[in-house]
């Protein structure tokens, strides 16, 4: 048996955990493990493949002196751990508010949570057992990129820039990387790589979401939200399918739990905005998509920051996000500048082309049908659609008064209605061609935010405990 | 202060409730779907075909080099408008590191046909048969002019 694929992700998985426990401490690191744990998976990934690239920039080609390289690395990020934990005051982490309510008994919710757990991972493995290489967009981009990566050894660079235009090769190299770097420790190719990528951003992003609102509001409100997200049929299939939208969507869930848990744990001080920064960094080296979220993160944040807490304050958060961002910026900045090739959606933008878009009706028109269509199916099980359920849910359950609560979900909220409006300009200004084929992946485009929006959701909508708890009530009675 | 309603817990099991239903049909929804999907599975997969397909060529075909491609001008019958452009995908995908360039104006050329005894003459006009590794595969050279 190969141990090259479990010796990696483990390694990846190392990373994640030990620079998430050196940033927040060991306390915290072990009070909250599902949450930790589930960001560890998903961040050890970013950050490794982002490794595994600067490797490549450095020394040329995949090697087997890699996996060794990263072993030094878990090894020094070990000896920071230990020696913050050794240094660091110990001071108890507060207990959050959420944890000293009272959890209401929902043992059919709890069940229905376990039976979709284990639908969703077997679907899952069917579907990875149908399609070994991916569907359409997987195989043809992210699987040929790190086939471009693994395979083009000392070349690897004019593989990756030769493939033809429709390869997309000016994408981020995430997933690419993630793969060709699980193949480099493995020796050789196998589709168990990228089916490992794709389950474990499916279950990170089930998992961060179940726990970061255990922790923010309630139990019972994590199981509601996990329960919406493995409803939704796309978010399985697209993830079984090994499209990078699942990893999106993670690090956009991410980078929102984090700023709401920077308000949520006082005694942490800036340090989950500095995961923040990574988070949403390894987002915009996940797809393009990820740098219009940096732009909508940065309003939506500020706008909330500057009106409740003044200018200096936003500034504060910012200097400390920025550092978290700043390593895989200048790794995007540079994959962009010296190897990636124009973007085919914004390559043809000239003033007179643009113009002549956006002042083309018919082009609104058709963006607003994509988008009314796909908001009205999304997440439909021939049941109901999932608006349909959110709004039935709201009507039963009412606002939540918990002003924290709604800080963190106007953040979240406005950032999500920003990056709908920004994947709408984008739709707008495409060259025809692509337009056709975009409005086509609207859903996908939904499912980038879906996660986020269901945290969202669940951080302004009554716990099931408030709703029946008297003295929880009375805050907003 | 309110004492707790009795409509505030019925709503909130019906919002409850509704939440365990949407889960519980979207769940037997997927696993039908990917049961499905599975029963309809021709074996091997498609990908996996041409990989096996283009082995030998890929053996043939010099590291790191970038390659033209022609195939048959005319599509099957029944066949979808986007399927040569698939068929063109597989082999690049199937081909990597090598580059396959959509035209035949390289030195060296791969043919990706349907049948090995049925040649398209108008694609391959002015080329010469290099290898017939079987199967629909061949690989051309581009003859001086």
């Keep these: 048996m190969n141990l090259g694929l479990p010796a990696s992700l483990l390694g990846s998985a190392l990373i994640g955990f030990l620079v998430i426990w050196c940033v927040l401490g060991p306390t915290r690191v072990w009070q909250c493990f599902l949450l930790t744990g589930s960001l560890a998976l998903g961040l050890g990934l970013g950050l490794s493949s982002a490794l595994f690239f600067v490797w490549l920039c450095l020394f040329g080609a995949p090697s087997a002196a890699f996996p060794v390289a990263e072993l030094a690395l878990v090894l020094l990020l070990l000896g920071i751990a230990l020696y913050a934990r050794k240094v660091r005051h110990r001071r108890p982490a507060p207990v959050s508010e959420a944890q000293t309510i009272e959890i209401a008994k929902h043992p059919m919710l709890y069940l229905t949570l376990w039976l979709s757990v284990g639908c969703g991972a077997m679907a899952f493995l069917l579907w990875s057992a149908t399609g070994p290489h991916g569907e359409w967009d997987a195989w043809m981009t992210w699987n040929m990129h790190a086939r471009a990566i693994f395979r083009g050894g000392d070349h690897w660079r004019d593989v990756l820039t030769g493939l033809p235009e429709w390869s997309h090769p000016d994408y981020p190299l995430l997933v690419p990387a993630s793969v060709a770097r699980m193949w480099t420790y493995m020796g050789g190719e196998t589709a168990l790589a990228p089916v490992s990528v794709g389950m474990l951003f499916t279950i990170a992003t089930v998992g961060i979401l179940y726990a970061s609102l255990s922790i923010l509001r309630s139990r019972t409100q994590g199981a509601v939200a996990a329960l919406l997200l493995l409803g939704t049929l796309s978010f399985i299939r697209f993830g079984a399918s090994r499209y990078a939208d699942v990893p999106l969507s993670f690090f956009f869930l991410a980078t929102l739990v984090l700023f709401c848990l920077h308000e949520a744990w006082p005694a942490a001080g800036t340090c989950p905005l500095l995961l923040a920064g990574l988070t949403a960094g390894l987002s915009a080296w996940t797809k393009n998509e990820g740098l219009l979220f940096l732009l909508a993160l940065t309003a939506g944040r500020g706008w909330v920051v500057v009106r409740a807490q003044g200018w200096r304050a936003w500034l504060g958060e910012a200097r400390t996000f920025a550092m978290g961002l700043a390593p895989i910026l200048l790794m995007i900045v540079y994959f962009k500048a010296r190897l990636a090739p124009p973007n085919d959606l914004m390559s043809d933008q000239g003033f007179r082309e643009t113009a002549a878009r956006l002042l083309d009706v018919t082009r609104y028109l058709e963006v607003l049908r994509s988008f009314h269509k796909a908001l009205f199916q999304f997440g439909d099980n021939g049941l109901v659609g999932l608006g349909w359920l959110l709004f039935t849910y709201f009507i039963c359950l009412g606002l939540t008064g918990k002003a924290s609560a709604s800080r963190g979900a106007k953040t979240a909220a406005i950032a999500v209605c920003l990056m709908m409006a920004g994947y709408a300009a984008v739709l707008l200004i495409a060259p025809a061609p692509r337009l056709a084929t975009n409005l086509r992946s609207v859903e996908r485009i939904l499912l980038h935010l879906w996660p986020a929006t269901i945290f969202a959701y669940c951080l302004l909508v009554r716990t099931p405990e408030e709703t029946t708890d008297p003295s929880q009530r009375m805050s907003h009675a | ?145």
């Design chain 2, 1 to 145: 202060m309110r004492r707790m309603g009795f409509n505030d817990m019925v709503r909130m099991r019906i919002g409850v409730g509704l939440i365990i239903l949407f889960a519980l049909v979207s769940n037997m929804r997927l696993l039908g779907r990917a049961v499905h999907d599975l029963a309809a599975l021709t074996q091997p997969d498609e990908i996996t075909e041409y990989e096996a397909r283009f082995k030998q060529l890929k053996q043939v075909l010099p590291p790191h080099a970038r390659v033209g491609y022609v195939t048959d001008a005319r599509r099957q019958d029944g066949e979808s408008r986007s399927r040569p452009f698939m068929r063109y995908l597989l082999t690049q995908y199937a081909l990597l590191p090598v580059i396959v360039l959509r035209d035949s104006h390289q030195p060296l050329i791969v043919g990706n046909f349907y049948s090995a005894n049925g040649i398209d003459g108008e694609t391959t006009r002015g080329l010469t048969l290099i290898r017939d590794l079987g199967n629909g595969v061949m690989l051309f050279r581009a003859s001086p002019e």
